[in-house]
């Protein structure tokens, strides 16, 4: 069964970092772009950032550049988010998500438009507080 697995979630004051972190189990994210969403209440889901199944092209939404970093270690079967510099609006439910695109050209596309509706696989969500 192909399942994404989301941690490191939980309650930090501004300024704080947290890592999340995306396992999966009954596949290999070998051949997957990986994108993270959020989605804080009353609020629709954004995204984050994504990667590219090699890692060579990612993507970062304007309010989170130059303060979360995405990455993955393929042998590890992981992607993460290095969250620094959290703020109160960053709150939210944290989503990862899979897409297997085998098309270098369609998945650059793909990681540039950070599309939810472009991605089949979703793990279940980690929190994520920021608060003092």
């Known amino acids: 069964q192909l399942q994404l697995v989301e941690s490191g979630g939980g309650l930090v004051q501004p300024g704080g970092s947290l890592r999340l972190s995306c396992a999966a189990s009954?596949?290999?994210?070998?051949?997957?772009?990986i994108g993270w969403f959020r989605q804080a209440p009353g609020k629709e889901r954004e995204g984050v950032s994504c990667?590219?199944?090699?890692?060579?092209?990612?993507n970062y939404a304007d309010s989170v550049k130059g303060r979360f970093t995405i990455s993955r270690d393929n042998a590890k079967n992981t992607v993460y988010l290095q969250m620094n510099s959290l703020k109160p609006e960053d709150t939210a439910v944290y989503y990862c998500?899979?897409?297997?695109?085998?098309?270098?050209?369609?998945?650059?596309?793909?990681?540039?438009?950070?599309?939810?509706?472009?991605?089949?696989?979703w793990g279940q969500g980690t929190q994520v507080t920021v608060s003092s």
């Open positions: 009954g596949f290999t994210l070998d051949y997957y772009a």
């Open positions: 990667i590219s199944s090699s890692g060579g092209s990612t």
């Open positions: 998500a899979a897409v297997d695109l085998r098309n270098p050209s369609l998945e650059i596309t793909v990681v540039a438009a950070l599309r939810a509706y472009e991605y089949d696989y």
